[in-house]
């Protein structure tokens, strides 16, 4: 069933003629789905490590089967698990590179709105002169911030696509060319000064 619903989905976002609006719209529901997927992955997984846990109170005589369980746990739809990820880095990294152009095309007030970001905080991103893909969506974790008002965590569908982006990045990028995410103008460092111009007359 969500394997055909990605489909169609993929299809409609690739049509001639299709807006940035369904484009970003048919991204995040795809993200969704495929946070879903990995979600459910993760929770039979754990199921499997619960039954493993329960076992340890007959150790040693049980060593052999909570082995056995969790082996089972760590392979359970592990190759559905890496697909997932992968297309989810691929979404991730189009977001944070913002390939597409969707910030630009669609003006800030739409990605907001498509983003389903609160007033205060799209008052304050503004302000802040936060205006890109991958500071409203991972650096500053915006996306979804009314309907999850209060809660201490983010877990909006683009969020996760950046965020495996970035592991997948980390991990397979050499040490040496990692850039430092910290240093000013980074996404996690300080704002650079706005670069003074000499308007002519």
Request: contains cysteine.
């Amino acid at each position: 069933m969500t394997t055909s619903l990605i489909t169609r989905l993929c299809n409609v976002a690739m049509k001639p003629g299709t807006s940035m609006s369904t484009s970003l719209i048919t991204t995040r529901r795809i993200c969704r789905i495929f946070g879903q997927r990995l979600e459910s992955i993760r929770v039979e997984r754990r199921a499997m490590r619960r039954e493993a846990g329960r076992l340890r109170h007959y150790l040693p005589f049980t060593a052999a089967k909570i082995y056995e369980i969790q082996q089972r746990a760590t392979e359970h739809r592990r190759t559905e698990r890496e697909d997932v990820r992968t297309a989810l880095a691929a979404f991730g990294r189009s977001l944070v590179l913002d390939t597409e152009g969707l910030a630009h095309g669609l003006g800030f007030d739409r990605l907001c709105d498509l983003l389903a970001i609160n007033t205060v905080e799209r008052e304050t991103a503004r302000k802040d002169g936060l205006a890109n893909l991958a500071d409203l969506i991972f650096a500053y974790a915006l996306e979804e911030s009314a309907p999850r008002r209060g809660q201490a965590w983010n877990d909006g569908p683009l969020f996760n696509a950046c965020q495996v982006a970035t592991a997948k990045f980390i991990k397979e990028c050499p040490a040496h060319l990692l850039p430092a995410p910290f240093a000013p103008g980074a996404p996690f460092g300080p704002k650079l000064p706005p670069t003074p111009s000499i308007v002519g007359k």
